[in-house]
């Protein structure tokens, strides 16, 4: 739709039923944005796995999505506070459930058990790219089907999940884990 149409719009819609504009906004952004491809926040996942022989399979990117209710929550919160708490968002973990992940989400559906990876941040490409990188050793044999991002080395609060195709491991096995949550402007 042209901005000229919308801005007028916007602004009949201001004089005559004030309040309008942000429940129309809401409801672009909520419901009209993601068919667009338009989301404020957008994550995906990429695997490399390197088998105990020692060959490389490298997966691209596995899984995008949005991040969870928790996460978005949590933001809103400490934009309102002193105090930051984004940088805690660094444990990796990862599993073998296969439901589907869903912005309500607030745990892995089946973890591994083993010890969560401390993940290395760093921007991304672009300055709007937080990005976090982590490799697990694979103690047991698995057949890894989700990751999830947390605050946390034990429980904590979840960030994203994400669901994909099975990864086969074994002992001694690693899968490095890359992270990214686009963080977009405007609008």
Same mark, same amino acid.
């Given at each position: 739709?042209?901005?000229?149409?919308?801005?007028?719009?916007?602004?009949?819609?201001?004089?005559?039923?004030?309040?309008?504009?942000?429940?129309?906004?809401?409801?672009?952004?909520?419901?009209?944005?993601?068919?667009?491809?338009?989301?404020?926040?957008?994550?995906?996942?990429?695997?490399?796995?390197?088998?105990?022989?020692?060959?490389?399979?490298?997966?691209?990117?596995?899984?995008?999505?949005?991040?969870?209710?928790?996460?978005?929550?949590?933001?809103?919160?400490?934009?309102?506070?002193?105090?930051?708490?984004?940088?805690? +968002?660094?444990?990796?973990?990862?599993?073998?459930?296969?439901?589907?992940?869903?912005?309500?989400?607030?745990?892995?559906?089946?973890?591994?058990?083993?010890?969560?990876?401390?993940?290395?941040?760093?921007?991304?490409?672009?300055?709007?790219?937080?990005?976090?990188?982590?490799?697990?050793? +694979?103690?047991?044999?698995?057949?890894?089907?989700?990751?999830?991002?947390?605050?946390?080395?034990?429980?904590?609060?979840?960030?994203?999940?994400?669901?994909?195709?099975?990864?086969?491991?074994?002992?001694?096995?690693?899968?490095?884990?890359? +992270?990214?949550?686009?963080?977009?402007?405007?609008?």
């Amino acid at each position: 739709m042209d901005k000229r149409i919308l801005s007028k719009l916007a602004l009949w819609l201001r004089r005559k039923h004030p309040g309008t504009v942000v429940r129309m906004r809401d409801f672009w952004i909520g419901w009209i944005a993601p068919l667009y491809g338009i989301v404020p926040l957008y994550a995906s996942l990429s695997a490399v796995v390197k088998r105990a022989d020692g060959t490389v399979e490298d997966l691209g990117i596995i899984s995008t999505h949005a991040v969870t209710d928790v996460f978005v929550q949590q933001l809103v919160d400490t934009l309102k506070a002193s105090v930051a708490a984004f940088s805690n +968002y660094k444990y990796h973990d990862s599993g073998t459930g296969i439901i589907a992940e869903a912005v309500g989400d607030t745990t892995l559906g089946t973890p591994t058990g083993e010890a969560r990876d401390i993940g290395t941040q760093a921007e991304g490409a672009t300055a709007n790219i937080y990005k976090s990188v982590a490799t697990h050793t +694979y103690a047991g044999t698995f057949s890894i089907t989700e990751h999830g991002l947390f605050n946390l080395a034990v429980v904590g609060n979840l960030m994203d999940r994400s669901v994909f195709m099975a990864i086969g491991v074994v002992a001694n096995d690693q899968i490095t884990f890359t +992270y990214q949550l686009v963080c977009a402007s405007g609008g």
